[in-house]
């Protein structure tokens, strides 16, 4: 029996070894599918990667400043002056692993809620502290902490979650952060957890990665900046991505389990003013807004399609859900945004669209409903006409259906803006 326990260990560290040269000699030639410019540009847009980094810098500046202007806050976690943080056996600094500038600056004041980033699936992605990213990976192994911060790659066929078949959530190792779902994971045969999309594709950044003589595209935790492994245009459908994974960069919380972080509160707010492409930008870009998407409320059908709507039978408005956060921006202040980004006294008409399906519209819930009156009541003019807008309960108005996916994000996928009237 001990010598059956030997040989099997040993074939174990043979397989692993054999896995360890298998993914050495993947790293080392040319990639045989590599993203194309215009699926990493598309990742880009779907991630909403370039408004992100912009209020990454913005939350970089301002812990910057606040730890310029805090007495003793150049002092670092040693007594030593100019001693760097304390990190486990093996660890380097972030900014010294990756060609990427780093994501969190070493500033140690926690952001306040005007400075909170929150993913369209409603979780805090506010970039951790270098002092937050230090602390939590002393909880690393070596093994963990040459992968997940120095950007390594575990052995093929070797991770503990390659052939984990349990329902559940895949998080980040560093940070707890939802990243891939099991319903979402499949075999591709390369000996790593390979998903075909995110949670969330906020929850993602992207950076191209041109090591060893390839051209690959890197995937890390947005939040924690972790590094997770890679992706590529070989997967099934319906994204034809694969998300190739170390598991060494994950955890798994089995489906009925509590996640290591929660999403934060959020409301809804509906509001038809014409092309939704426009109304849909625009509210993107208020602060306190986590998501806006365009879709077909207040008709008779039962998942409406583009055409049938443009027929005026359906009965539905072109609309945006708004989903935000009521800490950061009031239910009031949408109102206010929703007169400022459409011509609320056309009458089935916003500008050349004309229809009832570009009616202006307000569709609140019970709580929404006295504050949206209130505002018609005090707004009963626009620039000297009559303002027409309706107002419907969310009861009556039905069922908000989502656009088809070309109808989402449009002016960011295109370009272009609607001009505010």
Known sequence: MRNFTMNLTTSIIAICALGAGLAAAMVLQPSIMPLKNEAYEKLLVLGDQQRLDKK??????????????????????????????????????????????????????????????????????????????????????????????????????????????????????????????????????????????????????????????????????????????????DGPPPTGLRYCLNSASLDFVEEGKPLPVQTIKMESAYFAGGCFWGVEDRFQQVPGVISAISGYQGGTLENPTYKQVCTETTGHAETVRIMYDPTLVSYETLLEKFFEYHNPTQLNRQGPDVGTQYRSAIFADEKQLPIAKAFLEKNKEWRGKKVVTQLETLASAGKFYVAEEYHQDYHQKHGGSCAVP
């Open 56 to 233: 990454r810098a913005e939350i970089e500046k301002m812990r910057t400043a606040a730890t310029a202007t805090t007495p003793g806050s150049d002092k670092t976690t040693s007594d030593k002056p100019g001693a760097k943080p304390a990190m486990k056996e093996d660890a380097k600094p972030m900014n010294e692993m990756t060609k990427t500038p780093p994501m969190t600056p070493s500033a140690k004041a926690a952001p306040n809620a005007n400075q909170r980033i929150i993913s369209r699936a409603g979780y805090d992605i506010t970039p951790f502290t270098q002092a937050e990213i230090d602390e939590m990976a002393k909880k690393l192994t070596p093994e963990e902490i040459k992968i997940v911060l120095a950007k390594g790659t575990e052995p093929a066929f070797c991770g503990t979650l390659l052939d984990n078949k349990k329902r559940g959530t895949y998080v980040s190792k560093l940070g707890g952060l939802p990243l891939f779902s099991s319903e979402d994971k499949f075999n591709s045969g390369t000996g790593w957890p390979s998903f075909f999309k995110p949670v969330s594709w906020d929850h993602i950044r992207y950076v191209r990665d041109t090591t060893y003589g390839m051209d690959r595209i890197e995937i890390l935790c947005a939040k924690s900046g972790a590094h997770l492994g890679h992706v590529f245009e």
